[in-house]
């Protein structure tokens, strides 16, 4: 008997065929790979028939075609086929597809379909599977055909508008934009933040020569977290006051304390972990983990299940007849054989998820084998971390609780006016800590002779001013878990959809997520004409829960489509000042406009010195209004032309009043200076060779008190040119210069932005520093690092001039494009330039000038 068996990774197929023919070797297999999809809605908005939810119009994706094909031929050979996609929703609906697509074309006569899931690529998990096959499963297909025609009726309904009411924005999304909305939401509160100033004070005590320190809680008994010292007089008086006290220990209060294990991982809490231990963004680790499952290392990777499996092993070397310890014993076992009895939980943990919906709730993340140990295998860079991560998360989730005391001493003043607490956390005992080595920071231990009502004395005062902080960005960690909190999206779709949100530009960072001028303008259109529809992120977490109710047969798909359509028909229809929304020949750009200024008016108009927000123009005191330019969003006066970035809050209304101001002449070009506003923020320029040179003011200057000499000096200081060294060919410098955007060194249009390490912290080895300050610019080798740091291949044969690579990003385009330069004449290459064959780059190059040779770098 000959069988078929369809996975979706051809990664996989070597290693389950080997299992096969092992475990079944009475019968013959073949493994093919469909990758993925093999159709889908095409792009046209025809393709679902809102009358008809089961007329839908499939078409053959690119990778498809061909895959099908192969897949067909392979059908009319054997007698059973396998359906083997990935045990999720989208894998039940690539093996509806496959089971349709062998119907239509009546490949199946005389033929058996069976489908089976596993969540690991072992033998026993691939034994079982094949023994024990199902049928495909209806009501998950009817939640991904209701979850795909959702998707693609705010695709072709709403995206449109979207292009033409709030370019350059190409899209919006089911999961994409509440995600968005939750950033942006985030950023408000940020933009709306004032700062206050505060004092937090510390003193360090001394007993018997042992020295702590104590962070100052209470004063006169009111509680310095909810009121803390708020003027450097008020800190002043209290250093003064305390350098006169005395002190003593009022109570020293001991406690044992316990921490438990986390459970082991699903997949947002390994993005999670990933993205804050490893820097890993949730894409790369999604990567990362689909080579490790393909490899047979660890289990299925898209789940939110948080339980171990106990059904006993059954593969190699163990049968159904003498099975081996379930994957849970395993693991209690290679505690003890690893830490010891005392490492080990007394109980078995059972750990019981509190995500909200579960639908694709499958086994943890964890290795498929806990013996295979992180130190004995040999993986890529990425997947090595991640599976010593996943090894060590499910080993410590059966460890018993590490074991603390922690010591809590108040320290006051002789007439208790003063109150000082200090702590200290001993370890007792490491247990599943050994693993992760959680409490790494310095042990503070109090000597065991120091009790209540002894004297200590006040050794040193400390104290800084600091500024209250707005609430931190989302990371994509804490973006994740938020989205898990809300009941937006599903395991298989968190990284995607951050992912897309950098793609489109909508919002950019990993570690600091924050939103794009444009995913602020989008995001604000979308909350203006759908609010309290797919842009809230409850309305997409009860569209998620009847998903999952489809999936569990409990409602039918066709009524959540019909209910979802009638309301996306009555926002389409939608007024705004008398006209509907999808109406493209009256709804012009000024009804968007207004909609966006009455949305976003606390965020982008400038504000006064009270933090008011105000719209006039500060030159002409008409009403502003956000416009669209070539190089995006601006803030602007149709009377004066005055303009201002939007949201931008370093700059008062009472100084874009003032501005531009006139300093005075400059000593040595006799031209005025101006001290203004840039696109880059406050700045003083004036012209020289018939041409604009700038300085920017320190942080802490204000721009309307520098004078004529500061302003000389900042021109000066950031427009100054200074000769590194003579290019011996062209007989032309290369300088060191300043611009707007920092220092750069320049060669004849050829530059180099300076990039310095930081001072603070270690040198990042991924990041290719470039200090020019540091290069000793007499030796060759140093010139000739130089001159490839700024692009430069070779030198013109005639007029020596050089030859090299510019990089240019044509207005506010997402892409940059690479010219290849000699002089005044630039003509454009292949982005792929640098990893074209030494012989096509000559050619290239040749061309651009017509020249048959030139001098080689």
């Not at 074209?836 to 040749?846: C, G, N, R, V």
Request: hydrophobic share 30%; proline share 5%.
């Amino acid at each position: 008997m000959k069988n078929l068996v369809i996975v979706e990774s051809g990664a996989k197929a070597t290693k389950i065929t080997e299992y096969l023919d092992r475990n079944f070797p009475d019968q013959q297999w073949e493994v093919a790979a469909c990758l993925g999809h093999i159709r889908d809605l095409p792009d046209d908005e025809n393709a679902v028939n809102p009358q008809n939810w089961m007329d839908l119009s499939w078409k053959e994706t690119q990778k498809g075609k061909k895959t099908i094909k192969e897949l067909r031929k392979i059908c009319k050979t054997i007698n059973t086929v396998y359906l083997a996609t990935d045990p999720d929703r989208e894998g039940e609906a690539i093996a509806w597809h496959l089971l349709s697509d062998f119907s239509e074309k009546k490949l199946l006569k005389d033929k058996e379909v069976k489908r089976i899931t596993f969540n690991e690529i072992t033998s026993s998990a691939i034994k079982q599977a094949i023994n024990s096959p199902r049928e495909i499963d209806q009501d998950l297909v009817d939640a991904y055909l209701a979850r795909r025609i959702l998707d693609h009726l705010i695709g072709f309904k709403v995206s449109p508008l979207v292009w033409r009411h709030a370019p350059p924005a190409k899209s919006a999304g089911r999961v994409q934009s509440p995600s968005l909305r939750i950033i942006c939401e985030r950023e408000i509160e940020r933009d709306k933040h004032i700062k206050e100033e505060y004092w937090p004070i510390s003193s360090k005590f001394n007993y018997e020569d042992f020295v702590f320190d104590a962070e100052l809680t209470k004063f006169n008994a009111e509680d310095l977290k909810k009121n803390p010292i708020s003027s450097e007089k008020d800190m002043k008086e209290i250093e003064s006051e305390l350098n006169s006290k005395e002190f003593y220990i009022q109570s020293i209060e001991t406690k044992p304390q316990s921490s438990s294990p986390n459970p082991p991982f699903r997949t947002s809490t390994l993005q999670m972990t990933a993205s804050s231990f490893l820097g890993f963004t949730a894409d790369r680790t999604m990567r990362a983990a689909q080579n490790l499952y393909e490899a047979g290392l660890i289990t299925y990777l898209r789940t939110d299940g948080i339980n171990i499996s106990t059904s006993p092993n059954t593969g190699e070397p163990f049968s159904e007849e003498n099975p081996g310890p379930p994957p849970l014993q395993e693991i209690r076992n290679v505690i003890v054989e690893k830490f010891g009895d005392k490492f080990l939980s007394d109980q078995v943990r059972v750990y019981k998820s509190k995500v909200k919906n579960s639908q694709e709730a499958h086994e943890a993340i964890r290795p498929t084998n806990i013996k295979t140990f992180p130190e004995n295998i040999n993986l890529g860079q990425d997947e090595q971390k991640l599976y010593t991560l996943i090894w060590n998360r499910t080993l410590s989730s059966q460890m018993s609780n590490s074991q603390h005391e922690r010591k809590k001493i108040v320290v006051c003043s002789k007439d208790d006016k003063y109150v000082f607490n200090a702590s200290s956390r001993k370890t007792l005992f490491e247990g599943f800590e050994t693993l992760s080595k959680k409490d790494s920071s310095e042990i503070i231990e109090f000597p065991e002779n120091l009790k209540e009502n002894e004297n200590v004395s006040l050794v040193e005062f400390i104290s800084e001013q600091k500024f209250t902080s707005p609430p931190n960005r989302y990371s994509e960690a804490s973006l994740i878990k938020k989205m898990e909190e809300l009941g937006i999206g599903r395991p298989s779709t968190y990284a995607s959809t951050v992912k897309g949100l950098r793609d489109k530009k909508y919002a950019y960072g990993a570690k600091s997520i924050a939103p794009s001028d444009l995913g602020r303008v989008l995001n604000s259109y979308l909350c203006g004409v759908y609010k309290e529809f797919f842009i809230e992120t409850k309305f997409t977490a009860e569209l998620e829960t009847e998903l999952d109710k489809i999936a569990e047969g409990s409602i039918s798909w066709t009524e959540v489509l019909d209910k979802f359509w009638e309301e996306l028909q009555n926002y389409l229809n939608k007024k705004i000042d008398g006209i509907p929304l999808n109406d493209g020949e009256n709804f012009k750009t000024r009804q968007v406009l207004d909609l966006l200024n009455e949305e976003l008016e606390e965020v982008i108009f400038p504000r006064d010195e009270s933090g008011k927000f105000i719209r006039n123009c500060p030159k002409c005191d008409s009403q502003t209004s956000l416009k669209k330019g070539k190089f995006g969003y601006f803030v602007g006066c149709s009377e004066c032309k005055w303009t201002k970035k939007p949201f931008d809050f370093s700059t008062t209304w009472e100084t874009y009043k003032e501005l531009p101001k006139e300093l005075g002449n400059h000593p040595d070009l006799n031209e005025p200076i101006f001290a203004d506003m840039s696109i880059n923020g406050p700045c003083v320029w004036t012209m020289r060779d018939d041409k604009k040179i700038f300085g920017s003011p320190d942080e802490d200057e204000n721009i309307l008190d520098i004078g004529l000499n500061r302003a000389v000096e900042l021109i000066e200081r950031d427009s100054g040119e200074n000769i590194l060294f003579i290019e011996e060919n062209s007989g032309i410098p290369i300088f060191l210069k300043n611009g707007r955007f920092g220092e750069y060194t320049e060669f004849d249009g050829f530059n180099k932005a300076s990039k310095l390490p930081p001072e603070d912290k270690p040198k990042n080895p991924k990041v290719s520093y470039y200090n020019p300050h540091e290069l000793d610019y007499e030796n060759k080798d140093t010139r000739l690092f130089v001159l490839k740091s700024l692009r430069v291949l070779g030198f013109h044969p005639d007029d020596k001039r050089p030859i090299g690579i510019k990089i240019r990003k044509p207005g506010k385009a997402f892409k940059f494009v690479k010219f290849i330069k000699c002089g005044e004449k630039e003509v454009e290459c292949p982005n792929n330039f640098y990893k074209l064959e030494e012989i096509e780059q000559d050619s290239l190059i040749k061309d651009a000038f017509s020249i048959d040779q030139y001098e080689k770098l």
